[in-house]
Structure formats: C-alpha cells, structure tokens
C-alpha cells in the first residue's frame, strides 16, 4: 500500500471512530429533548440521572461538541454544544461574585461553589472553540470576560504564577485539592498547563490575550520545565518551592505538544526552538520512563 493509500484508510478508520464516540455521548449522555446531560453513567449504559455535574466535565462535553460540529456540520451536534453552552452559563455562573462554580446537582442547584482554577481554564477553552463554530460574539465576550476574572482574581501579584483556587467570594481556601488523591499545593503544573492551553486559544481570536499567552509559556518553561531529573516538576508551594509527590508520564507529554502550540501562535522563531527543545525532552523523559 502506498503512503497516499494508507493515509486515505487511516482518514476513513478515523472518521468512522469519531462517529462511533459521537453517537454515544449522544445516546446516554446527551438529551436534547429535556435539555438535560446526564452526569453519570454505568458499564451496563444506565444513565445515573441523579448524578451531579462538574465544571470541567461540561466545559469538555461543550469543547467537544463544538470542534465536532466545526467538523462535521451536523445538526445534532451543534445542538448538543449550544445545550452544554447553555447549562454552562446558566448553572455553573455565579451571578453574585462571579465566575463559574465548581460542581452543580443534576437539577442545577450549586452543589460546590468554589471557584477552581484548572475549571475555569477549561471553561475559556471550550468557549473559544464555541465562538469557532458559530457562538457568536456573545461567546467571545464570556471566553475574555472569564479570563479578565481569572487574572484579576487568581494571579498572584507578589510571587507570580496562578493560585489553584478560592472560594465562592474569591477568599483563600484551607483545601485547594482537584479531588482527595491529589495534592493540596498552591500552584500546580497540571493547571498551569491548561491555563496556557486557554490562554493559546484565546490568542487566536483576541491579541489582547497574546502577552498573558508569553507570559503563561515562559513561566511554564522556567518553573516547571524540567525538574532536577529531568522531568516536569508538579507542584510547589505559594513562593516556588518544589513539593515532593509522584511524576505524571500523562501531563508530560501532554505539556509537549501545548507548549508548542503556544509557541506558534506567538510567531516567535526563537522561542519556538526553545520550545521544540523542552518538548522533545519530555517526549523522551516520557519514553525512558516506558521502557
């Protein structure tokens, strides 16, 4: 088989999986007659219709369908974004101090109203891709609008980099953890990156948000690129000292590829053989790791 021969049959592989994925997020997660999205599902298919929902789940839920329907142009997909964009900014918006919260009950209600830094990281990146397919301005303007928030409410202005979280005003918390297996550090690698994974987005459809974008990508490089054995450094404490606590293989090789798409929408050829360097040494710290 020839080389255009092989790209046509992985293209035709491809395009039937995507199907395949789409049409069960449709069919067990997805109600567009109700309005609803089910937060939970069994390994039998039971859809857990009392689950609650989370902000990063939806923001996904809300990216997917977006990029699917750029994609596809497929009706049922745009519908299923245009309802995630909606629960999106009607159950997770805080009206009173703002921002979006984290974890919502199946009807809507605020079940945990802190405001999560890598949360709300997702919510710009998938609203960004909304505005892409069709959103609107209105789309654009609550993508900047939650990333002016962020800044104005997360950055931290003495040592510099991103907290990981505050309460519903904006208070600092006493437990800023994802979940109970993670660690309770102030600023995290894993956020950071999808902060600098919004944040490129957002550069493409606002140069207002290209030096926050500079500034996100060199400080990923300087703090957490690459620790004293090579790897990526994973958490630290509030003026930059490095938290003892497991590698992740996953956020790594992820990071190699988001900072060099950061790289490029910033058109600097310096930085990105900078770049190109970091992310082939965490491709190979990944690889060594592996094998």
Request: a negative charge; aromatic letters at 8%.
């Amino acid at each position: 088989m020839n080389p255009s021969d092989w790209r046509d049959r992985l293209r035709r592989e491809f395009e039937a999986e995507l199907q395949v994925v789409a049409r069960w997020w449709l069919e067990h997660v997805i109600d567009l007659e109700r309005g609803s999205i089910v937060g939970e599902v069994s390994g039998a298919g039971r859809a857990g219709t009392s689950a609650p929902l989370n902000l990063v789940y939806v923001a996904r839920l809300l990216w997917f369908f977006s990029a699917l329907s750029r994609h596809t142009g497929e009706s049922a997909h745009r519908a299923a974004a245009d309802l995630c964009h909606a629960r999106l900014q009607g159950d997770f918006s805080d009206s009173q101090h703002g921002g979006l919260f984290w974890q919502v009950a199946a009807d809507g209600q605020p079940l945990e109203r802190k405001k999560q830094t890598y949360g709300l990281a997702f919510a710009v990146y998938a609203l960004v891709e909304y505005r892409r397919t069709g959103g609107g301005e209105e789309a654009l303007h609550q993508a900047t609008g939650l990333a002016r928030l962020i800044e104005d409410r997360l950055f931290d202005r003495q040592q510099g980099g991103f907290f990981e979280a505050r309460d519903r005003a904006w208070r600092p918390l006493a437990d800023v953890r994802l979940g109970p297996t993670d660690v309770d550090a102030d600023k995290t690698l894993n956020t950071h990156l999808h902060l600098l994974e919004a944040w490129t987005g957002l550069a493409g459809l606002d140069v207002a948000a290209v030096p926050r974008l500079r500034d996100l990508l060199q400080l990923y490089l300087a703090r957490f690129l690459p620790g004293p054995d090579g790897t990526a450094i994973g958490f630290y404490t509030r003026d930059w000292q490095p938290l003892p606590a497991g590698h992740s293989p996953g956020h790594a090789i992820e990071a190699s590829w988001l900072i060099c798409e950061a790289a490029v929408v910033l058109d600097d050829p310096d930085l990105q053989a900078t770049v190109h360097g970091a992310a082939v040494g965490l491709a190979e710290s990944v690889l060594a790791g592996a094998v």
